[in-house]
């Protein structure tokens, strides 16, 4: 796999770079056009200053969301332009369509050590298509943009879509310095994982975990779950969950798993569950043994915060995925807190998996240098983890 390194060394003075970024942020639900964490353009930016700063002509494309193919207004990149041109401390020329007139214009008048940001991907039906031949039209209008391809958009190379996995196909191709460093601190905690090996998985659905699980429960010391999904444990377990998020298909393959892991799988002790989907709701910690028939769990409680802690402090790896409740409302953020502190306490290696699980790093105010790692990527690490091939890195490697 060539890199950004040695495409700098070739010499990129005056040329075209296309590079393929992640820059899916999440935006502020109150404040339309705001962004609430922008960890992951931050991440791309000693990419970006690099290229600007060797005499490239930079030209960034990256998908927002999942608009269905077509322009729409509340998916727009032009907020992150913005953004983006204050990182770099110079200004991002925006081209209001991918590929389109404005795009072709402004990439055209690009000059040396300029950056341009093109419009949602996704805007075109072709980036996301199943069909080869579409998804390759469309490369080729990207791939005639540029003499180079550079991809540091970690998050996104699960994804077989054209910008990841086509263009590549068409110009000499680089891993970016945050592709390579992801794949190799996957590589080194799915290969050779000092022990003890704790995982931590939150999030909503067991299914979403399900192969990550299933691969993971082999190597692992404990697996700590936590989340929305971890009701539907409980509940194999024969536990009542109220209104709690259920996913009655799962609860068999729950029992199973437990079964399997002969007591590695650590499920919450207590919850603090609410009247309603709210910061406001009425709300209090239950035993796992006695959640109300008409409230709903939205944290792990501080017994089973207590718990997880203390499973964690003796790790020499953990990996963790999931926020442990809705961190994102006050009254439910203590468990992903307690649960994020054990983990910078640790005598060993940590990764923070992902999308929901960095953004909490980052929203409640913990230092994020206290961790090993903080991928940018929550599908693309959990598929790295559960050995999938992901045809991003597919694609550099060929
Ligand atoms: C993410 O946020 O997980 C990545 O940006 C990929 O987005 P996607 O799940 O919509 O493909
Ligand atoms: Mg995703």
Not at 281 to 298: C, F, N, Q, W
Request: net charge negative; hydrophobic share 45%; proline share 5%.
């Amino acid at each position: 796999m060539k890199t950004l390194d040695d495409l700098l060394g070739e010499g990129v003075s005056g040329r075209r770079v296309f590079v393929r970024a992640d820059l899916n942020v999440p935006f502020d639900k109150a404040n339309p056009g705001v962004i609430s964490d922008d960890g992951r353009a931050r991440a791309v930016l000693p990419t970006l200053i690099a290229l600007r700063d060797a005499g490239a002509r930079v030209i960034v494309a990256s998908h927002l969301g999942r608009p269905k193919g077509a322009p729409d207004p509340a998916f727009t990149l032009a907020p992150v332009a913005t953004r983006l041109g204050e990182l770099l401390g110079s200004a991002v020329v925006f081209a209001s369509d991918t590929v389109g007139e404005d795009a072709q214009a402004k990439v055209g008048a690009l000059a040396d050590g300029e950056v341009l940001l093109l419009e949602n991907l996704r805007f075109n039906k072709g980036e996301t298509s199943k069909d080869d031949a579409e998804r390759g039209a469309f490369a080729d209008q990207l791939a005639k943009f540029a003499d180079f391809y550079v991809d540091d958009a970690f998050g996104a190379v699960h994804r077989k879509h054209a910008s990841v996995y086509d263009v590549p196909a068409r110009l000499p191709h680089y891993a970016g310095g945050l592709v390579v460093k992801e794949v190799e601190v996957l590589r080194k905690v799915s290969e050779t994982p000092e022990n003890p090996y704790v995982v931590v998985l939150g999030g909503s659905k067991v299914s979403d975990k399900l192969a990550v699980i299933q691969a993971l429960l082999p190597k692992v010391d404990k697996l700590l779950v936590g989340g929305g999904m971890c009701f539907t444990f409980l509940k194999a377990q024969g536990h009542e969950v109220g209104k709690s998020l259920l996913e009655a298909e799962m609860i068999s393959t729950c029992a199973s798993l437990l079964e399997q892991a002969d007591g590695r799988i650590v499920l919450p002790v207590d919850v603090v569950a609410a009247t309603a989907f709210s910061a406001d709701a009425d709300h209090a910690v239950y035993d796992i043994s006695e959640i109300p028939a008409d409230r709903l769990g939205l944290d792990i409680g501080p017994k089973s915060t207590e718990l997880f802690a203390s499973a964690i402090a003796g790790a020499k790896t953990v990996f963790w995925n999931g926020p442990m409740g809705v961190f994102e409302l006050a009254p439910f953020a203590a468990g992903t807190r307690g649960v994020a502190e054990a983990i910078t306490k640790i005598d060993g290696f940590s990764v923070v998996g992902g999308g929901d699980s960095a953004a909490a790093v980052r929203t409640l105010g913990l230092d994020e240098t206290a961790f090993g790692h903080i991928s940018t990527g929550g599908g693309a690490s959990l598929e790295y983890l559960e050995g999938k091939t992901l045809p991003g890195v597919a694609a550099l490697e060929k």
